[in-house]
């Protein structure tokens, strides 16, 4: 990894930087690194940096403090896309193949310390009805939640519950990066929000195409970056947001009118009236598409 300086730090805290990484945050993420996966672009597989001696975590913490302290680049924002066809799905459309990211494995190092130092915070500020990339949370939350609902009203006399349910298309891909940091900035400390700047910041993706032997990048510039373990609780912060200004609320208590039951960008709304549960799906949209939340 060779530190460079770049120019395109109009956005970027101009804060000293304090919380330094350590040896041991570097040490403590690449053992969660996955065995068995594809590198990206630097061909260098989890499995090298797991089994390096430690010198390798004190070198690798040193480079990412510099690079902070002195508005440097890595390079490390490089991603490669390959397509795999959906199962069942006729071969030709574009929408018919699936997207995978290959990022470098330093890069999924500096995401998870930072996801490690923010996720705290994260959990105070996303509500409870979220049950997507949360510690302790599944699918299982929400099928649950679904079951009791169902069990109330099988067993009650004249209970009648609606539930409309918004499952969005590309959401991961449509975010606004600018407002995101907006976001984050009411609730992270100016160090992390450096960190998730420059991990949102100058990345490109090569697009591995058969008989192709040196493509070329594109800028990326809108979405989470698909791949690591952030980008899905970056997305997650950005659609509690979202929500947030959205919810209907009981004018005397302030609470929420209708209940909840969230997984990643799969949202029940459930409600008693016909009225409230109907008109949400309408503002949700309105608002969302206000926020590049498609």
Request: glycine share 4%.
């Amino acid at each position: 990894m060779k530190i460079t300086k770049t120019s395109n730090h109009s956005r970027e805290s101009q804060a000293p930087y304090q919380k330094i990484i350590t040896s041991n945050e570097v040490r403590e993420c690449i053992n969660k690194l996955n065995n068995g996966r594809a590198p990206g672009k630097d061909n260098i597989c989890n499995e090298y940096l797991k089994h390096a001696p430690p010198v390798i975590d004190e070198q690798i913490a040193n480079i990412f403090n510099k690079t902070f302290e002195s508005h440097g680049h890595l390079g490390i924002n490089e991603g490669l896309l390959i397509t795999i066809p959906k199962p069942g799905k006729p071969k030709g459309p574009p929408s018919n193949l699936r997207p995978i990211t290959f990022l470098n494995s330093v890069r999924k190092v500096l995401s998870t310390i930072v996801l490690n130092r923010i996720r705290p915070r994260v959990e105070k500020y996303v509500s409870n009805s979220q049950s997507g990339f949360r510690p302790n949370r599944s699918t299982s939350d929400v099928v649950w939640a679904h079951q009791w609902i169902t069990a109330k009203v099988l067993n009650a006399t004249e209970v009648k519950v609606n539930i409309t349910g918004i499952d969005m298309s590309a959401a991961f891909d449509t975010i606004n990066r600018t407002k995101l940091l907006e976001i984050l900035r009411d609730i992270i400390d100016e160090d992390e929000l450096r960190i998730i700047w420059f991990l949102l910041s100058e990345t490109t993706i090569d697009v591995k195409i058969n008989g192709a032997n040196d493509p070329m990048p594109f800028i990326t510039n809108i979405g989470t970056p698909q791949g690591d373990s952030l980008s899905p609780v970056l997305f997650i912060v950005y659609l509690e947001h979202a929500l947030r200004d959205i919810r209907p609320v009981q004018n005397d208590k302030q609470e929420p009118l209708l209940a909840e039951v969230i997984y990643a960008d799969d949202i029940d709304f459930i409600g008693k009236k016909d009225a409230d549960v109907n008109s949400i799906e309408k503002t949700l949209k309105t608002h969302c598409l206000k926020v590049n939340i498609d």
